[in-house]
């Protein structure tokens, strides 16, 4: 099925944390589904490491 259809996670946006709940009300307001994926942390000098898993609850 995955390689068959399109199961990707759409449209993805990176915001400042202090406007987030801003933006969420907006796209929601305006019939969007909002769901939060994940945050960008700085974990010491290691550089940035995606495990091609997105921890999503069903």
Do not use: H, W, Y
Request: aromatic share 4%; net charge negative; proline share 2%.
């Amino acid at each position: 099925m995955l390689r068959t259809f399109n199961c990707g996670i759409g449209m993805v946006l990176v915001v400042d944390e202090a406007e987030a709940e801003k933006v969420k009300d907006a796209l929601s307001n305006a019939g969007e589904t909002v769901v939060e994926i994940g945050r960008i942390e700085k974990q010491g000098d290691a550089p940035l490491l995606f495990d091609n898993t997105l921890g999503l609850a069903q």
